[in-house]
């Protein structure tokens, strides 16, 4: 009690309140004595499950709180003691005017709302001007949202001006999402004009969509970035119905910067169709930058069917840098083993691959060691590792 400043009065009493339950009216007094609002509230806080006798005495000091905010906070832990006291808690958040607040303690009330109270809920939603917070409000809301407001709440997304809050909102809504409210959730997504924000809500749809593929993919199509593009195709690779695949890949096809286009093939590789694979390719030997063509090849190695690696490696050698290209031939060199190729195809593979990084070349290294030894034989991998040392004792 002689402590003068209210913080540190008010986290003594969190300390103690758990240990005096005999000194609970008397900490209560000390409580009401305490002027800042955050610190009050606080104390009240801490305190809620300890209170079940004094709960009068408690809630009159809670109501005694002028700041909005630290009330509501306070009203929020009672509530779980106290179920009737939501709707005061509701209250106060519709009388709150800052859209901060606001938007908190919706986040906060989400899960312990009954049915009956979930529309004034989302009128408090709907009066908050910023879309941030307005989108945070939504996103807290969605898991606990009845199945009767979703419709409602789609509308409060779709009057979310900005582009980044309304892909987060709907990217929060996915999971829960009524299928029946996919359609509305899809011509939502249409409606964002920036490129990335649709990308990014289309990419966490992707888990969850039913069967409204070719919707998507004709959103995924009018995207003109093509970055975000090849995100959208990316996500979507290990949910696309085998149907859909030819459409797919043609979208992949228009993305014309290299990079892109080979980051949406890689992530297509592990489940690609079988029938699909020469069209695939055919769409890597278009890629110009070596780098990207590499990278592409190099994910679709442990993938690709075997009667198809002739023309993977064909596409490898192709390429100007020899980096690049050992990059790739790596990726290949366990289904290599496997191949019918004369020695001078493998000695002159296994110098390309000598042109990677002193790192990347110890990497590959057990790789190589099955055909060093059948190329050679016992003795010779380990005098290829001897020479590793040396060289780096002479250039470390």
């Known amino acids: 009690r002689e402590i003068e400043d209210d913080s540190s009065r008010s986290r003594a009493l969190i300390a103690m309140a758990e240990r005096l339950p005999e000194l609970w009216p008397e900490t209560l007094t000390i409580v009401r004595e305490i002027e800042d609002d955050s610190s009050r509230s606080s104390a009240l806080i801490a305190m809620a499950e300890y209170l079940p006798e004094l709960w009068p005495e408690a809630l009159a000091i809670v109501r005694e709180i002028e700041d909005d905010f630290s009330r509501l906070s306070a009203l929020i832990a009672m509530a779980e003691y106290l179920p009737e006291l939501w709707l005061e808690a509701l209250a106060i958040a519709s009388?709150?005017?800052e859209d901060l607040y606001r938007a908190v303690a919706l986040q906060l009330l989400a899960e312990h709302l009954p049915d009956v109270m979930w529309p004034e809920a989302l009128a408090i939603v709907r009066e908050i001007e910023n879309d941030s917070y307005r989108s945070s409000a939504l996103s807290a809301m969605a898991e606990h949202l009845p199945e009767a407001l979703w419709?409602?709440?789609?509308?409060?997304?779709?009057?979310?001006?900005?582009?980044?809050?309304?892909?987060?909102?709907l990217s929060a809504m996915v999971e829960h999402l009524p299928e029946a409210l996919w359609p509305e959730a899809l011509t939502i997504v249409r409606e964002i004009e920036n490129d990335?924000?649709?990308?990014?809500?289309?990419?966490?749809?992707?888990?969850?969509?039913?069967?409204l593929w070719p919707e998507a993919?004709?959103?995924?199509?009018?995207?003109?970035?093509?970055?975000?593009?090849?995100?959208?195709?990316?996500a979507m690779a290990e949910h696309l119905p085998e149907a859909l695949w030819l459409e797919a890949l043609a979208i992949t096809r228009d993305i014309k910067d290299d990079s892109s286009r080979s980051s949406a093939l890689s992530a297509m590789a592990?489940?690609?169709?079988?029938?699909?694979?020469?069209?695939?390719?055919?769409?890597i030997r278009d890629i110009k930058d070596d780098y990207s063509r590499s990278s592409a090849l190099s994910a679709m190695a442990e993938h690709l069917p075997t009667n198809l690696i002739s023309t993977a490696i064909a596409m490898i050698w192709d390429m100007q840098d020899n980096y690049f290209r050992a990059k790739a031939l790596q990726a290949?060199?366990?289904?290599?083993?496997?191949?019918?190729?004369?020695?001078?195809?493998?000695?002159?593979?296994?110098?390309?691959?000598?042109?990677?990084?002193r790192s990347e070349l110890l990497e590959a290294l057990p790789d190589i060691r099955p055909i060093v030894t059948r190329l050679g034989d016992d003795n010779t991998f380990p005098a290829i590792l001897q020479a590793v040392r040396d060289v780096c004792q002479q250039w470390p």
Not at 154 to 164: F, K, P, Q, V, Y
Not at 196 to 211: D, F, K, Q, T, V
Not at 218 to 233: C, N, P
């Open 217 to 234: 993919l004709a959103i995924v199509r009018e995207i003109e970035d093509d970055y975000s593009r090849s995100s959208a195709l990316s």
């Open 270 to 283: 592990e489940h690609l169709p079988e029938a699909l694979w020469l069209e695939a390719l055919a769409i």
């Open 332 to 357: 290949f060199l366990p289904a290599l083993e496997h191949l019918s190729i004369p020695f001078p195809e493998w000695a002159k593979t296994l110098d390309i691959i000598a042109y990677q990084d």
């Open 196 to 211: 990335s924000y649709r990308s990014s809500a289309l990419s966490a749809m992707a888990e969850y969509l039913p069967e």
């Open 95 to 97: 009388e709150t005017k």
């Open 151 to 169: 419709l409602e709440a789609l509308a409060i997304t779709r009057e979310i001006e900005g582009d980044s809050s309304r892909s987060s909102t």
